[in-house]
């Protein structure tokens, strides 16, 4: 709840009905008494990157985590990580059909895996744009329907879908991707309506760059960036996932943006901030 939840920021601004967050949120503390407790929630992505941070976070506060994921969970994670390609219906269907079976609901969907690759329009591979179509819009549409048709049965429930800014902003060299999550912001928009019939809270976050593993790949051939140095860490997103989970039942965050303070072009400001001193 949000009584709970000790959320501070750095910096608030509106670019129009959008929240934005331009820095991290501290640590969102860890209680018994979180509203999350005994909730069954699925999380896509999480051997890794924001979706394990996430998936720690909910395991944190006693919620029952069944994560999904191409890649093998790591060793000693306290929960199990179903290894499922999200670019296949039948892994999907099969992964909801495990869950349901073993937890009998599910109380909140996040939707985080995702897939970049990046490259000017004219380089990119087929192979490449139909993967990212598969993982980063059909994989969640898939999910949330089968989320959808759990918890309509069950009296409501949440759906996070992990966005980006990527779906805010296009930027060169990232034309497939951002395509990709104009895409997923938009069905969010529609769920979003579509949930409040069925008490289904639906939560938009929209992370800028993050330093990850995904990142690292999917910029592999671009710029040189060292994205420890400006970019969010996992757990900074997976605060503001908890953030909107643990919301009060009458809150709804259909976008949440977060960035880093120096994931900027400081120079650039500074150079237009000048012009105007002349």
């Keep these: 709840m949000l009584a709970r939840s000790s959320a501070r920021v750095n910096g608030f601004g509106k670019i129009g009905r959008t929240s934005v967050l331009y820095t991290t949120v501290s640590a969102v503390s860890d209680s018994s008494g979180s509203a999350l407790h005994g909730q069954t929630v699925l999380v896509t992505g999480a051997a890794g990157g924001i979706g394990q941070a996430t998936a720690a976070a909910l395991h944190r506060r006693g919620a029952l985590v069944v994560g999904l994921d191409v890649h ?68 969640p549409i898939l999910l949330a329907q089968h989320a959808f048709r759990s918890m309509i049965s069950t009296g409501g429930g949440q759906i996070v879908n992990v966005v980006s800014t990527a779906g805010l902003r296009a930027e060169p060299g990232e ?33 800028a760059g993050v330093d990850t593993q995904f990142w690292r790949h999917a910029t592999a051939n671009g710029p040189g ?29 259909p976008e949440l943006i977060v960035r880093a303070t120096l994931d900027a072009d400081l120079p650039r400001t500074s150079e237009k901030l000048e012009r105007f001193r002349q």
């Design 72 to 139: 093998p969970a790591p060793a000693g994670v306290p929960y199990p990580v179903l290894q499922a390609d999200l670019a296949r219906e039948e892994h999907i269907s099969r992964a909801m059909r495990t869950l349901l079976d073993r937890h009998g609901r599910l109380d909140a969907l996040v939707n985080n895996a995702g897939v970049g690759l990046h490259n000017p329009l004219i380089d990119a591979r087929t192979a490449d744009i139909d993967t990212m179509l598969a993982v980063n819009v059909r994989a």
């Design 175 to 207: 034309s497939i991707y951002s395509a990709t999550k104009f895409a997923l912001r938009g069905f969010t928009d529609a769920i979003t309506e579509e949930g409040r019939l069925y008490g289904i809270r639906v939560h938009g976050i929209y992370p």
């Design 225 to 253: 960036v060292d994205p420890a140095a400006v970019f969010l860490r996992a757990t900074d997103v997976a605060e503001c996932i908890i953030f909107a989970l643990e919301s009060a039942p009458h809150i709804q965050v």
